[in-house]
Each structure stands twice: as C-alpha cells, then as structure tokens.
C-alpha cells in the first residue's frame, strides 16, 4: 500500500465510523454522528503532537493534504506545528492581545483571590484610570519599559501609592501574559521604575487619636444618631469602617458578631469569617441602634444602602479633629502595647490581622476568642471610664 495519498475522495464521502490514514501522519476521524475530522500527527523533539486541520467535507482532501505537508515542513525544521499554528493565529488577531484585553482575563483569573471576587474594582483601579487610556491598545508584545516609564511619570512622585499599585498590577498582567505563551518582556516593570528613579513621596500614616484622649471623645458622642452609634461601635471592637458599616443583623449572635471573610482586608491567607467578641458596652450600642435597621443592615441610610465612610470621617473634621475613624484601630493597638500585657499575636488578632505563617495556622486553629472576649470588656471599661487612667491588669489574661 503507499506510503501516502491512501485515500480517495469516493471512499472518504462513504467512510465508516472509526480513523482513516492517509499517509505521512494525515489521518481522517469518523464520528458515530456522522461528522468528519482531519488530524494530523507529528514528531517534534521527540514527542508526538496531534494537531486538528479541520472538519470534512469543508476541508476537502485536496487542501487537507496541502495543509498537512506544511506542518510536516515546519516540524522538520524543529519547531512546532501546534505553537508555530497558535503565533500565526494571535498575530492575525492583535487586538486580542492587547493590554486592554490581557488586563481583564489577568483580572478574571485571580479574581477567586480578590475581596468579593473584586466587584469594588480596586484592583483594576489603578490600571483602568492611569494606565489602560494610554497603553490599552498597545499589543502586550509590543509593551516596553519606555511606555511604561512615560504613563507613569505624572504621577510617579505626586500619587506614589497609586503609581506603585499600578506598576505591581502591570507585573501581573505581563507574568499571566507570559503563561500563555505571549512573548513579553517580563523585566519591563522593573526597567521602568529604574528609569523613573526613587519615588519623592513619603507616606504618612492615617491620624489616630491617642488611646489616652479616646474616652474623653467616646463621651462626646451622647446623642442616638447613627454617626454617633457607629462611631462609639467602632471604637469599641477596633474593626475597619467596611464591616461596621455594611454589619448585618444575621451577623448577629448574643455576644458575638461574625464579619464574613470576603469583607475583611488585611487577611491574605486566611479564609474563615472572623469573630469579634462584643463587651457589654458594644452590646447596648447595637441595642440602641436596632430601631434604626433596615433591609437586614444595622447603619442603613436613605437611599436603601449603608451610610458613608465619609459621613463617619466627615464628623471628625467638623470637630476640629485630625484624627480619623481608621485611626481608633491604632488607638486600640498602643492601649494593647502599654496598658495591658497581651501576647503579639492576640493583640493582632484583636485587630484582625493575620499573625504566623500557613504551617504555623494550619497547627494553631484558635482564633483567641476568649482572651479578645476579656481585652474587649477591658478596653471598653477604659474607654467609658472616661478618666484617661491606665488600666492595670493582675495576672495576666
């Protein structure tokens, strides 16, 4: 029989069900349902590829034929038919690897990552208003340190946070871009910030109130208003605004409140929901607010969602206050550091913070609840006090 050209295009039209060679790796698949497909079988570095040419009769023998002596012909040449097909295929299509479209499928791959799968858009933020007006169309491949360098520069040393945010995703996109075979340069970022030089901007911490004014501040806050409620919650259990604010009523439980694990920032690695033990204080201050709930959420506003992070900052201001709401979290923290004899790692838990590495949770399953339950009735015995005194412990926890 011939090494090639087997088949013959009345016996192709009337093939049974089952694989056809045609010689020189071409083989014709016949499926049960009656659908035909051309596959052509190569050996590149000593490794077997397979490779789909199309489907019959819309790829007829003729031109199946021709298809396959190309591919032979590549593969004889060391290289292979399957990548050498997928390069043809994105060069005829730039747009579809531009940095617009590689930014967004980055985005969906590691969105399983992201707090609430990402819906806040603050990974893609930084990107969307500062990078993707002026580079989005720009072929990844084509992508240099030179372009990344201009885009930046504006505001490199004016809004560093958000430049080194932007540049950290550029480095992710560009890494998912090199998984997929795109050839990148995955050095451009770095290049870039080189050339760029050192950022002038210092970063300043949020303003936090000194732990020994807080309870003078708590008592200000007399009247039932939702502002006042929240912020006296707030610096009862030292969480952030996010999880105060959107705090639900089923979140609820005597006195424990269990804030979900996508709502928690600063927690990479962990991912139980996280339980804030409420002291008797924080309890009646829920009890003041319940009047005030509505659609499940204990700070709702007027328009049917939760009040502002502003509303909250925007009552300090109007005090004459530089300190911020974020701020109590770090009230609470130095009041953990110098008027109690906590370990490290409940006092960060205290905070929310994750402490230790994955081995070291992965043995340690506690989350210190009982030892939070005993420092939050503290704190809170300190903060209403009003008086400014050190609490002093006796014997420890």
Not at 162 to 179: C, E, G, P, Q, Y
């Amino acid at each position: 029989m011939r090494a090639k050209n087997r088949l013959t295009s009345s016996f192709i039209k009337t093939a049974p069900v089952g694989k056809h060679c045609d010689g020189a790796g071409l083989w014709l698949i016949k499926r049960d349902d009656g659908g035909a497909q051309w596959v052509q079988r190569v050996t590149v570095h000593g490794r077997r590829r397979e490779m789909g040419l199309g489907g019959f009769p819309s790829l007829g023998l003729a031109d199946a034929r021709k298809m396959s002596q190309h591919w032979l012909n590549v593969a004889a040449n060391g290289r292979d038919p399957i990548k050498e097909r997928e390069a043809e295929e994105r060069a005829a299509r730039r747009e579809d690897i531009s940095l617009a479209v590689l930014t967004a499928d980055a985005f969906e791959a590691r969105k399983a990552e992201l707090k609430g799968d990402g819906t806040a858009g603050r990974w893609l933020s930084p990107l969307t208003i500062h990078v993707l007006p002026k580079l989005g169309k720009v072929p990844v491949t084509d992508l240099d340190q030179r372009d990344i360098r201009d885009t930046l520069a504006p505001i490199w040393h004016e809004k560093a946070d958000t430049a080194r945010k932007a540049m950290n995703r550029l480095s992710i996109v560009l890494k998912h871009a090199a998984a997929l075979g795109l050839d990148v340069d995955l050095q451009a970022t770095e290049k870039a910030k080189a050339l760029l030089g050192k950022s002038r901007h210092v970063a300043k911490n949020i303003p936090a109130m000194a732990w020994a004014d807080v309870p003078d501040f708590y008592a200000s806050l007399e009247e039932p208003t939702l502002t006042h409620l929240a912020l006296r919650l707030l610096i009862l259990t030292g969480v952030r605004s996010t999880p105060l604010r959107t705090l639900r009523l089923d979140q609820l439980e005597g006195d424990v409140w269990t804030v979900p694990a996508e709502s928690m920032k600063g927690r990479k690695g962990a991912t139980a929901d996280y339980r804030v033990p409420l002291s008797q204080e924080a309890q009646r201050i829920i009890d003041l607010t319940r009047p005030h709930a509505r659609n499940g959420f204990l700070f709702p506003n007027t328009r049917g969602g939760v009040i502002s992070d502003m509303t909250l900052s925007r009552h300090m201001e109007r005090r004459g206050l530089e300190a911020r709401p974020h701020g109590f979290r770090s009230s609470l923290r130095d009041w953990l550091a110098e008027a109690t004899d906590a370990p490290h790692e409940v006092a960060e838990t205290m905070l929310g913070h994750v402490v230790d590495g994955s081995v070291v949770r992965a043995y340690r399953r506690t989350d210190f609840l009982e030892q939070r339950r005993v420092l939050a009735e503290r704190w809170s015995e300190y903060v209403t006090g009003g008086t400014g005194q050190v609490v002093k412990l006796a014997g420890g926890l």
